[in-house]
């Protein structure tokens, strides 16, 4: 293969850093630099790394700075080798082969850290990517306490430090950060005082589905003077988590090298990231928490593997699949309009009775996926549903409704409420269970998604403060987990037909939320 050379800078430098940032020559096969600790069973470190630069397109190296005696359940005790002999490792590798990227991962004690700080100071020309490892997945310390303040000193020299939240909070000094705009925050100062791009990983946020990753840059070097850039994520629902933080940084290091940007490498990382976390469950690696499957994409398109997923593997594909069609719905004039209360009454309150035409025979579509359902605690989970939804219909003309003065008026459904409500019915006609559940499942968690949003816009003077407080309600963000699981496990049971007619049906439902959302306003 021919590589294709280009010199770029992908982020300016003012600050308080040691070095410009380095410049990164692009390359098809770049050779990327793993100086990290080892991991037998080949879940984490530098075993993870090398995997990780290979899965995304680069030629692995590695240099070990210690050498660990782990498994998927725990360290238990760490080799360090001879700090000069790890200085030999290094100059063995740069003095024979060009060095595109490097990653660093566990460093382990000071006289390591200023040894690789040396090194890269002197020799290393292309991006530098920095793990800050400090506690292992399985809460064992992999940094020496006493190396922590040489850690944050170790910053201003690489380009991209990619902390979890309790490590951004040692590299801040200050207590770890409770929501993500506190780490978003704390991400800031970092950045300001290293002068060093700072990846934030949502991976240890509790009580979320979501899974967010950010950029920031407090110089506003990350492409149109921006200092934040966000990316959501869905959270994949696995204890294979190990060596996550590992693979992420090396394939940072190894996607940069190849496109010249960050913010498209950490896209396409976490793409990569999800779907292998998503096959992870797949490899049986250990009874701890097990490794991610790097290669899983390539396999399964090379036809060497099945791909064959867990229900919740194969639900969180789907969602994926309608991503687009969720950031379309968030940007509808209804939905943005809705938001900030600019939205005018009148196209609210047909809105409101489209949707209570919709509930009422969403209710009985539930009502049937309670007949069908396999289990008693399905059909009392559906049922309760179906009874939810007509009393969420009775409670709109009782409130919303009459308030819009319209309560008396007959309403016709619209034609994009007639063609969602026909394709819930069709769901319904063949007595398959796992369709009906999987056309009712965009209403919940579309709706779950959208309002984790819109409670966020509600304040005491927004004239539709009322109706954006009914989305926070605990017991539906409940239903909606629920829901999720119970078409995971109907997804699970089902062959290769059943899966794909309960895809089709859930995909469909979504376009049609979408033209739901999109009808009151045009
Ligand atoms: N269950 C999950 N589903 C989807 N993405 C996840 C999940 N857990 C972690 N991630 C992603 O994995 C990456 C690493 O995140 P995390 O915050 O777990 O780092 P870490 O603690 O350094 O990892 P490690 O477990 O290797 O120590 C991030 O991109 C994060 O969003
Ligand atoms: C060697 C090594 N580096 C990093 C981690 C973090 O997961 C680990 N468990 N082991």
């Not at 530098?128 to 490892?133: E, Q, R, Y």
């Given at each position: 293969m021919t590589a294709v050379e280009q010199t770029t800078t992908p982020a300016a430098s003012t600050s308080n850093r040691v070095h410009d940032r380095r410049p990164v020559t692009v390359r098809d096969t770049p050779r990327v630099l793993s100086i990290a600790g080892t991991d037998p069973t080949g879940g984490a470190g530098i075993q993870a790394d090398l995997k990780s630069i290979a899965a995304n397109g680069g030629y692995g190296m590695a240099v070990v700075t210690a050498l660990v005696a782990q498994n998927t359940r725990g360290v238990r005790s760490v080799h360090t080798p001879p700090v000069g002999f790890l200085r030999e490792q290094l100059h063995a590798v740069a003095d024979d082969v060009v060095i595109d990227a490097v990653k660093i991962g566990m460093l382990g004690d000071v006289a390591i850290i200023d040894a690789v700080s040396t090194w890269l100071q002197?020799?290393?020309?292309?991006?530098?990517?920095?793990?800050?490892?400090?506690?292992?997945t399985s809460g064992d310390r992999l940094l020496r306490r006493d190396a922590e303040a040489a850690m944050r000193a170790l910053l201003p020299h690489v380009d991209l430090v990619t902390p979890n939240l309790p490590e951004l909070a040692v590299l801040a000094d200050e207590p770890v950060a409770t929501s993500w705009a506190d780490a978003l925050a704390q991400a800031e100062r970092v950045s300001a005082q290293a002068g060093v791009i700072v990846l934030v990983k949502g991976g240890h946020l509790t009580g979320t589905t979501a899974c967010p990753d950010a950029l920031v840059d407090a110089t506003g070097g990350l492409g149109g003077d921006r200092s934040l850039i966000e990316f959501d994520g869905l959270r994949v629902d696995t204890r294979n988590t190990h060596g996550t933080g590992c693979s992420l940084s090396s394939a940072m290091a190894t996607l940069v090298a190849r496109s010249g940007s960050w913010t498209e490498a950490l896209g396409d990382a976490k793409t990569w990231l999800t779907s292998s976390l998503r096959h992870a469950d797949a490899l049986e690696v250990g009874s701890g928490n097990g490794p991610i499957n790097h290669f899983a994409e390539l396999w399964v398109s090379s036809g060497m593997t099945s791909g064959r997923q867990d229900g919740a593997g194969i639900l969180s594909g789907w969602w994926e699949d309608i991503a687009e069609v969720r950031t379309r719905i968030d940007r509808l004039p209804f939905v943005t309009t809705l938001a900030d209360g600019t939205l005018d009454?009148?196209?609210?309150?047909?809105?409101?009775?489209?949707?209570?035409?919709?509930?009422?025979?969403?209710?009985r579509v539930l009502a049937r996926a309670s007949a069908l359902a396999p289990t008693a605690e399905e059909q009392v989970f559906w049922a309760t549903g179906a009874a939810g939804s007509i009393e969420a219909e009775m409670e709109l003309h009782r409130t919303w409704l009459r308030t819009y003065a319209v309560s008396g008026m007959e309403v016709e459904p619209s034609a994009t409420t007639t063609a969602y409500l026909d394709h819930l019915h069709a769901a319904t006609v063949d007595g398959d269970y796992g369709r009906v559940v999987a056309a009712v499942l965009p209403c919940y968690w579309i709706y779950q998604d959208l309002g984790e949003r819109l409670v966020g816009a509600s304040h005491a003077e927004h004239p539709f403060a009322a109706w954006l407080d009914t989305y926070a309600d605990p017991a539906f963000a409940t239903a909606n987990a629920r829901a999720i699981e119970i078409v995971a496990g109907a997804v699970a049971r089902a062959n290769e037909t059943g899966r794909d007619t309960m895809r089709r049906a859930f995909l469909a439902?979504?376009?049609?939320?979408e033209a739901f959302f999109a009808e009151p306003i045009r």
């Open positions: 002197e020799t290393v020309t292309g991006p530098v990517v920095l793990d800050p490892v400090m506690v292992a009454p009148a196209r609210f309150a047909w809105y409101l009775q489209q949707d209570a035409i919709y509930l009422r025979a969403y209710s439902s979504a376009a049609h939320e």
